[in-house]
């Protein structure tokens, strides 16, 4: 799963060259929006929509889907009430994230992802789950948290299973890195949180280590590590449960922001 901010100041380019593809196509962006082009959140694939995906995205798209904009997100007209606001970064096929939404029916999810087959997967769950507290993004949630959401307008944020980018020399291009962070913990609400899960365990120490320094962030874990437990509302993929059973590990992450 791939997952991907807001007062309008382009992220630093040193060290944010997060997941990004050397031949990835330029975004339509909005008139006006200015901000450093290289940097993406996100490597796009290759995958077809399938019919009852494309379905999905034409009968339930017109209610759940959000236009990528320059102007700040209206979360109570695009939810159509007020409540604790979830961004996910990259939700891949949808399946967790409908999960969370429908156990956390109080809270509004807004899931930010590229790949169209994941849009249309997660809008097919929602229309037969009949699930009404998720909105979706389809851009680069980078550019999303930049210019779409304001500072403290977050209760949480969720990023879940990112590309590892596991070779050293690719290191650079993760999705966990300092100006990132800064970014995202200036969109967290005070108590609001930031819940990272990965199945690389270098990456799991990297993210403890980029989180615990940024200063207006604290791990909620006292472990030695620095990892947390996995919290009851993330479930276990079917890879997730093959990769345990043949001796993978997976790290959950939980950092808060300060009060």
């Keep these: ?57 034409d009968e339930v798209g017109p209610r759940l889907l959000v236009p990528y904009t320059s102007q700040p997100l209206d979360w109570e007209a695009a939810f159509g009430r007020k409540a604790p606001a979830i961004l996910e970064i990259g939700f891949g096929m949808g399946e967790t994230t409908a999960h969370i939404a429908q156990l956390r029916q109080q809270d509004n999810f807004l899931g930010c992802e590229v790949h169209e087959p994941g849009v249309g997967a997660l809008l097919k769950l929602a229309g037969e789950r009949g699930i009404e507290n998720v909105r979706i993004i389809q851009h680069d949630a980078v550019e999303v948290i930049a210019h779409m959401l304001t500072d403290n307008c977050l209760d949480g944020v969720h990023i879940y299973f990112p590309d590892p980018w596991h070779k050293k020399r690719h290191n650079k291009r ?86």
């Design 1 to 57: 799963m791939l997952p991907q901010d807001t007062n309008t100041e382009p992220i630093p380019a040193e060290g944010m060259q997060a997941a990004q593809s050397a031949d990835a196509p330029p975004t339509n962006d909005p008139e006006g929006v200015a901000h450093p082009r290289r940097i993406r959140s996100f490597v796009r694939r290759a995958g077809r929509t399938s019919t009852g995906q494309q379905r999905a995205i």
């Design 174 to 259: 993760r999705l966990v890195q300092p100006p990132l962070v800064k970014l995202l913990a200036g969109r967290l609400k005070p108590g609001g949180y930031i819940h990272c899960a990965t199945d690389w365990e270098e990456y799991a120490h990297q993210m403890v280590e980029v989180l615990s320094g940024e200063p207006a962030l604290e791990n909620t874990s006292t472990a030695a590590d620095g990892f947390s437990e996995r919290p009851e509302y993330r479930p276990t993929t079917k890879f997730e449960r093959r990769g345990v059973r043949l001796g993978h590990g997976v790290w959950d992450v939980v950092f808060r922001k300060r009060g």
